[in-house]
């Protein structure tokens, strides 16, 4: 049997947006059979989603959506290229819908949009009942009733929708490697207990579901990991075999790399068990994998082995969290780093004066921030003195809006009540969600698929 191509157009929600266009020429130009896969969710986006959704019923799926597919829907379905993407998050249907009308903008008549259903458990499982996943047991379940609970799903339904001739299926959440699992299910027809081919597929997908980072853009280091024109970083192609050989290549005429570091980070990318990485389709063994560099940008993959997929699946049940702000003001010049620093002391002494609960933080951006502890302590000992240009931040959480509003309001207020020489400053307000994830018994999960518009199943 021909081997199957799986072209990668996106790796997370907000990923560039014509890089898809070149893996869908390159597809288009190897003439085989050829999928591609939309990469965009994960648990805060599915968060944001949520949030969308309950401000608008008809939102809540991937906000580029029309932006990614608007240029190369019609080449996809000319040539005979499904698509397959979790962009449908929290509102799978409403992203169905969205599609619809660009492809009616587009002359596409009579298109076959497939919705993979079964992920959103909210009204169907007793969350209380449920063990929380060990990843997160120092979290407590959230306050109030949860707001929306969706497990992650395997490749079934997808393999289903494909197999019946689907040109887009569009899922809510399932695993990520699922969206490469269930397009090489229904293009060699393996069996569902076939552990090894499952493994295979499964690797695929993790290599792929990333985008760029297994091709050099997020590998990229300057002086120790140097790649060629990251700017035009192109997106990778798995060449997947009927033996679970896999072949790592990307677009054609684009940058970046692919060698065997590339494919190695990726591949140990969250893998926290290489013996034992658990997908809802196979438990993935990448423990004897071997990975060779056979041409320019052509690795191949071999050796993944896979043993019986786990008893229960792994949900993200969200609640709605405190709000959030943050404020931001800058200092430059002499003596900037000392003045930053007491602003963020005065933000401190300001914040005492609340009565309301409230967690903050402090950070100068440039200086001490990502490598910071989260206990709203600077150090004593910052290397301030030859600080010149430097942006101080305040990030509040709290249960009532005004809290954080007040808090937020002091830095609008170091303005004149000095420090000397701050300026740009910026504030923002939003509520967020926490997510607390659960495991499932795999049988109270109905898992089936759908058209919604195009055609009838």
Same mark, same amino acid.
């Given at each position: 049997?021909?081997?199957?191509?799986?072209?990668?157009?996106?790796?997370?929600?907000?990923?560039?947006?014509?890089?898809?266009?070149?893996?869908?020429?390159?597809?288009?130009?190897?003439?085989?059979?050829?999928?591609?896969?939309?990469?965009?969710?994960?648990?805060?986006?599915?968060?944001?989603?949520?949030?969308?959704?309950?401000? *608008?019923?008809?939102?809540?799926?991937?906000?580029?959506?029309?932006?990614?597919?608007?240029?190369?829907?019609?080449?996809?379905?000319?040539?005979?290229?499904?698509?397959?993407?979790?962009?449908?998050?929290? *509102?799978?249907?409403?992203?169905?819908?969205?599609?619809?009308?660009?492809?009616?903008?587009? *002359?596409?008549?009579?298109?076959?949009?497939?919705?993979?259903?079964?992920?959103?458990?909210?009204?169907?499982?007793?969350?209380?009942?449920?063990?929380?996943?060990?990843?997160?047991?120092?979290?407590?379940?959230?306050?109030?009733?949860?707001?929306?609970?969706?497990?992650?799903?395997?490749?079934?339904?997808?393999?289903? #929708?494909?197999?019946?001739?689907?040109?887009?299926?569009?899922?809510?959440?399932?695993?990520?490697?699922?969206?490469?699992?269930?397009?090489?299910?229904?293009?060699?027809?393996?069996?569902?207990?076939?552990?090894?081919?499952?493994?295979?597929?499964?690797?695929?997908?993790?290599?792929?579901?990333?985008?760029?980072?297994?091709?050099?853009?997020?590998?990229?280091?300057?002086?120790?990991?140097?790649?060629?024109?990251?700017?035009?970083?192109?997106?990778?192609?798995?060449?997947?075999?009927?033996?679970?050989?896999?072949?790592?290549?990307?677009?054609?005429?684009?940058?970046?790399?692919?060698?065997?570091?590339?494919?190695?980070?990726?591949?140990?990318?969250?893998?926290?068990?290489?013996?034992?990485?658990?997908?809802?389709?196979?438990?993935?063994?990448?423990?004897?994998?071997?990975?060779?560099?056979?041409?320019?940008?052509?690795?191949?993959?071999?050796?993944?082995?896979?043993?019986?997929?786990?008893?229960?699946?792994?949900?993200?049940?969200?609640?709605?969290?405190?709000?959030?702000?943050?404020?931001?003001?800058?200092?430059?010049?002499?003596?900037?780093?000392?003045?930053?620093?007491?602003?963020?002391?005065?933000?401190?002494?300001?914040?005492?004066?609340?009565?309301?609960?409230?967690?903050?933080?402090?950070?100068?951006?440039?200086?001490?921030?990502?490598?910071?502890?989260?206990?709203?302590?600077?150090?004593?000992?910052?290397?301030?003195?030859?600080?010149?240009?430097?942006?101080?931040?305040? #990030?509040?959480?709290?249960?009532?809006?005004?809290?954080?509003?007040?808090?937020?309001?002091?830095? *609008?207020?170091?303005?004149?009540?000095?420090?000397?020489?701050?300026?740009?400053?910026?504030?923002?307000?939003?509520?967020?969600?926490?997510?607390?994830?659960?495991?499932?018994?795999?049988?109270?999960?109905?898992?089936?698929?759908?058209?919604?518009?195009?055609?009838?199943?």
């Amino acid at each position: 049997m021909r081997s199957l191509l799986i072209g990668c157009g996106a790796g997370f929600s907000g990923d560039r947006i014509d890089a898809a266009q070149a893996v869908v020429r390159t597809l288009i130009a190897r003439g085989q059979p050829a999928v591609l896969i939309f990469e965009m969710l994960a648990e805060r986006t599915l968060a944001l989603g949520q949030l969308a959704k309950n401000q *608008n019923p008809e939102l809540g799926y991937e906000p580029l959506l029309q932006d990614v597919l608007a240029p190369i829907l019609v080449d996809c379905v000319a040539h005979h290229i499904p698509i397959v993407s979790n962009f449908g998050a929290a *509102n799978p249907v409403g992203a169905a819908k969205a599609i619809q009308a660009l492809a009616l903008e587009q *002359n596409l008549a009579g298109l076959k949009i497939a919705v993979v259903e079964g992920d959103d458990i909210l009204e169907k499982v007793d969350i209380s009942n449920l063990q929380i996943w060990e990843g997160d047991r120092e979290l407590a379940a959230g306050a109030g009733a949860p707001i929306a609970a969706n497990v992650y799903l395997g490749a079934n339904a997808i393999s289903q #929708a494909l197999a019946d001739g689907a040109h887009i299926v569009i899922t809510g959440r399932v695993a990520d490697p699922a969206l490469t699992v269930g397009p090489a299910m229904a293009h060699f027809n393996w069996d569902w207990q076939d552990w090894d081919q499952l493994a295979a597929a499964t690797l695929a997908g993790h290599l792929l579901e990333c985008g760029s980072q297994v091709t050099g853009g997020y590998f990229a280091d300057p002086g120790y990991k140097d790649v060629p024109d990251v700017a035009n970083v192109g997106f990778p192609i798995a060449e997947l075999f009927e033996d679970g050989r896999i072949i790592i290549g990307k677009a054609d005429s684009t940058g970046g790399t692919v060698n065997l570091m590339t494919v190695k980070e990726q591949m140990l990318y969250e893998i926290h068990d290489p013996a034992c990485y658990v997908t809802p389709d196979v438990i993935l063994d990448i423990s004897q994998v071997l990975v060779r560099q056979i041409g320019p940008d052509q690795v191949v993959v071999t050796g993944a082995r896979g043993a019986p997929r786990p008893d229960t699946l792994k949900a993200t049940v969200s609640f709605m969290g405190d709000w959030f702000g943050e404020g931001e003001i800058s200092y430059a010049g002499p003596n900037a780093g000392a003045r930053a620093r007491l602003a963020a002391d005065i933000l401190g002494e300001r914040a005492k004066l609340l009565d309301e609960p409230c967690r903050f933080r402090r950070d100068l951006l440039g200086v001490v921030s990502v490598l910071d502890s989260d206990t709203a302590v600077l150090r004593d000992s910052l290397p301030l003195e030859q600080v010149t240009d430097v942006r101080l931040r305040l #990030a509040v959480n709290a249960p009532a809006r005004a809290t954080v509003e007040r808090l937020l309001h002091e830095v *609008n207020a170091l303005y004149c009540c000095g420090p000397a020489g701050g300026g740009g400053v910026r504030t923002s307000v939003k509520s967020s969600v926490r997510t607390v994830s659960y495991l499932v018994p795999r049988e109270l999960v109905q898992e089936g698929w759908r058209y919604v518009v195009g055609a009838s199943s």
